[in-house]
């Protein structure tokens, strides 16, 4: 299974691709951090990341995106700036066919050191040991997107085997799941009312 793990930010947005085995062994493929600035206008900064993320997507061509899920903080603005990155990283996976998984930190943690609360140093020193690096990915965002993608394929096991006509069981039941919940929302959807 090939992952692309994504820790999302405005100003530093890790990026980091890994194949899988069936026995869990994780081999890097790619790793990199995309940067905007904060002189360019929000829309420049997001145009910024979208592209990179389409290079990277188009480049390795991975069997699930795995992004960090955003969670609450004390400062609106950078919550604010990681909830746009997402959207714009979801996007992309999508109009390509490519599966989305969402994680939370303490999820990504817990998978890669066996610890929901390990500090960065230590997800990074797993991280290197777990891909086989001679040095630890830096900067920790990039580190961070390793690890997403290392625990996603972990969490997923070998549901990502493709099928002879090379959709994923993953990508099926994604738009297994998609379709059922469009037919349940529009079920629970009350048609237009007219005065």
């Known amino acids: 299974m090939r992952v692309l793990g994504v820790d999302p930010g405005l100003t530093r947005c890790g990026l980091g691709v890994v194949d899988v085995a069936a026995n869990r062994t994780a081999t890097l493929v790619g790793v990199g951090v995309v940067g905007s600035s904060h002189e360019l206008t929000l829309d420049a900064r997001l145009l910024v990341i979208a592209e990179a993320i389409d290079q990277w997507l188009d480049a390795f061509k991975p069997d699930v995106l795995a992004i ?3 969670f609450a903080q004390t400062n609106l603005s950078t919550v604010m700036g990681v909830a746009q990155v997402s959207g714009v990283v979801m996007v992309a996976a999508a109009r390509r066919g490519i599966p989305v998984a969402m994680h939370t930190p303490s999820e990504v943690k817990a998978a890669v050191t066996g610890n929901g609360r390990a500090d960065k ?16 990915p830096r900067p920790a965002d990039a580190a961070d997107a390793l690890a997403l993608a290392i625990a996603h394929a972990w969490r997923s096991g070998n549901s990502f085997s493709k099928d002879p006509q090379g959709t994923t ?16 929302k529009n079920k629970e959807k009350p048609g237009p009312k007219w005065n």
């Open 169 to 184: 069981a993953a990508q099926k039941l994604w738009r297994e799941a998609e379709t059922k919940s469009k037919v349940k």
């Open 68 to 70: 960090e899920r955003v």
């Open 121 to 136: 140093e230590h997800v990074t020193a797993m991280v290197t040991r777990l891909l086989r690096l001679s040095e630890p």
